[in-house]
């Protein structure tokens, strides 16, 4: 036994022996016993979960096959002058005529003599330089500009322009052709629309011909202010090609074409052409027969009127396109889609192929008007067209049929947004702009 175990053992034995003398041996031994003792383990208590009381599901009383409950306030008619100031809301989203000062403007605008007005158009210019004046920059419309035309005549020194909305609006806005001259500018504002107005055309010298996603053609007598229906449809109307007077071309959003003989008090002729949405159809200028459709299925189709069963030739986009548009000598065939591209096609088309192809970002979001492209009516030879542009700084671009880079950039610091919409005047160097707030713009040569 080693020394340490002897000596832990004698001190044992010494602690005992103090503890018999003190009498807590017999405690230690019991308290020692107590700890070492297993404690048990405790029982664990089940709880009674009760049964939950599940709410009947809430349904309304025509599911139930239950009249309504009115309170007892709503049962009684509204007092009149409620009625009639709801009356008047509905009113105002209702189609109107000009009022007493805009037909009184109108007078002046278009009066006795206005239908022996002959156009002057004027040689253009190619290398024309375009500018803007702080007095040719104006809000005309309450909404989105959708549609702008040009009045062709000039014969008052005013500049006239039509210019339609998305909520069925049309503004006549005139600006004196000369900058030096002292007149005003004049607005006449009237709503023959309920809804959006697709296209907007000056027919004649005092008549304008809208087409609008109401389904209906309008033509209106600017002389007479009178406003007569030329067709009406269910579906919403989204081009309406006036090249030739009478014999008109529209199209809707269902994938129809209606063939509108004015001569004549029989239907109209429709030939579903599209399984989707038809945004543009354009006749061939120099031919009657010949028209062009862009639709939403991503294909621009030609056609013969004779035989419209199958398509003259299919040119396919990777995606949707805005416009498809005839070149004024018949020669070319612009296009604008969403795939980012503009395409130029000889006329006739040989194959599917564009003969020109470029880059341009139409990516114009939901609250801008998407991009058409606008042939200069007065440029045969050296067709050219004008497009709306996404570049900064903000800018309208003008381009030919052979090169892939635009003519012009037309920039200015009045021009501060995108103005999607924008055509040449038919007999001046004149280009009007429209944007999305309804606010447009007079380029004009310099």
């Known amino acids: 036994m080693s020394a340490y175990e002897e000596a832990r053992r004698a001190k044992i034995a010494r602690n005992m022996q103090m503890m018999e003398a003190m009498g807590l041996k017999a405690s230690a031994t019991a308290l020692k016993q107590r700890i070492s003792a297993a404690k048990p383990t405790p029982t664990k208590r089940k709880k009674?979960?009760?049964?939950?009381?599940?709410?009947?599901?809430?349904?309304?009383?025509?599911?139930?096959g239950q009249e309504a409950v009115l309170p007892e306030d709503l049962r009684s008619p509204l007092p009149r002058e409620l009625r009639a100031h709801l009356t008047e809301d509905l009113v105002q989203n209702e189609a109107s005529f000009p009022n007493a000062a805009d037909s009184a403007a109108l007078g002046q605008l278009f009066g006795k003599d206005s239908a022996e007005r002959k156009p002057v158009v004027e040689p253009p210019q190619e290398d024309a330089k375009y500018?803007?004046?702080?007095?040719?920059?104006?809000?005309?419309?309450?909404?989105?500009i959708y549609a702008i035309a040009c009045h062709p005549s000039v014969a008052t020194d005013h500049i006239l322009s039509a210019i339609a909305d998305v909520d069925g609006n049309v503004a006549l806005?005139?600006?004196?052709?000369?900058?030096?001259?002292s007149d005003d500018n004049t607005i006449v504002t009237w709503r023959p629309h309920k809804q959006a107005i697709s296209s907007i055309h000056f027919?004649?010298?005092?008549?304008?011909?809208?087409?609008?996603?109401d389904g209906s053609i309008?033509?209106?007598d600017l002389?007479?202010?009178?406003?007569?229906?030329?067709?009406?449809?269910?579906?919403?109307?989204t081009y309406v090609d006036v090249s030739e007077p009478n014999a008109l071309l529209t199209c809707d959003e269902a994938g129809h074409v209606f063939s509108i003989d004015r001569r004549a008090s029989n239907k109209p002729t429709m030939w579903t052409l599209h399984e989707k949405k038809i945004n543009t159809v354009h006749r061939q200028p120099g031919s009657t027969h010949s028209f062009a459709t862009a639709s939403l299925d991503r294909t621009v189709c030609l056609w013969d009127a004779r035989q419209p069963s199958t398509p003259l030739n299919m040119l396919p986009h990777h995606r949707s396109i805005n416009c498809a548009y005839f070149s004024p000598n018949g020669e070319a065939l612009v296009t604008v889609g969403q795939d980012d591209h503009v395409h130029l096609y000889s006329m006739p088309a040989s194959s599917d192929e564009p003969t020109t192809r470029f880059v341009h970002n139409n990516q114009t979001g939901r609250w801008l008007t998407k991009f058409h492209a606008h042939w200069d009516p007065k440029c045969l030879a050296t067709p050219r067209f004008v497009l709306g542009s996404n570049q900064q700084p903000r800018c309208i671009e003008i381009f030919g049929t052979s090169t892939t880079q635009p003519l012009q950039r037309l920039d200015d610091d009045l021009c501060r947004s995108v103005f999607s919409m924008n055509t040449f005047h038919p007999s001046i160097d004149v280009i009007v702009s429209g944007n999305?707030?309804?606010?447009?713009?007079?380029?004009?040569?310099?």
């Open 131 to 144: 500018s803007l004046h702080e007095l040719d920059v104006e809000k005309v419309t309450p909404s989105r």
């Open 48 to 64: 009674t979960v009760d049964d939950q009381v599940v709410a009947p599901r809430r349904s309304s009383r025509r599911l139930q």
């Open 436 to 446: 999305s707030s309804g606010r447009a713009m007079v380029w004009r040569a310099k």
């Open 203 to 213: 027919e004649a010298e005092t008549t304008l011909l809208t087409s609008a996603f």
């Open 173 to 181: 806005w005139s600006v004196p052709l000369s900058r030096d001259s």
């Open 218 to 220: 309008q033509q209106y």
């Open 223 to 237: 002389v007479t202010q009178a406003r007569t229906d030329v067709f009406r449809t269910d579906v919403a109307l």
